[in-house]
Nanobody, 133 residues
Framework: QVQLVESGGGLVQAGGSLRLSCAAS????????????MGWFRQAPGKEREFVAA????????YYTDSVKGRFTISRDNPKNTVYLQMNGLKPEDTAVYYC??????????????????????WGQGTHVDVSA
């Protein structure tokens, strides 16, 4: 079982920045599979959980939802099994609980695969991000 621990959430004013971190531990997250990836999802109050960003472990291809493109950047530190989400230009609508997710497996070329919750087998407990107007 892979454990994911998020950190870096908090309260910030609109226009500010936060960096979220997610470290994988326990049974080592295996980045050796062609489709291994880590991602971030978020759930705002009263809404369903939605995809934010993801990064493939091999090659580093990134995926973003349209609403965060140009403001958020996902990156990884392979030796540390850690993924980061740098969030700049935060808006009140970014307020949510942010969840880290990880998958280890073969690559899928299906459209939008890495943006789907079902692609990920391990999840963190979530970290709160609160953006005030």
């Amino acid at each position: 079982q892979v454990q994911l621990v998020e950190s870096g959430g908090g309260l910030v004013q609109a226009g500010g920045s936060l960096r979220l971190s997610c470290a994988a531990s326990g049974r080592t997250f295996s980045g050796s599979f062609s489709g291994s990836a880590m991602g971030w999802f978020r759930q705002a109050p009263g809404k369903e959980r939605e995809f934010v960003a993801a990064i493939r472990w091999i090659g580093g291809m990134t995926y973003y939802t349209d609403s965060v493109k140009g403001r958020f950047t996902i990156s990884r530190d392979n030796p540390k099994n850690t993924v980061y989400l740098q969030m700049n230009g935060l808006k009140p609508e970014d307020t949510a609980v942010y969840y880290c997710a990880a998958r280890a497996g073969a690559h899928s070329g299906a459209q939008g695969f890495y943006t789907q919750e079902y692609a990920y087998g391990s999840w963190g407990q979530g970290t709160h991000v609160d953006v005030s107007a």
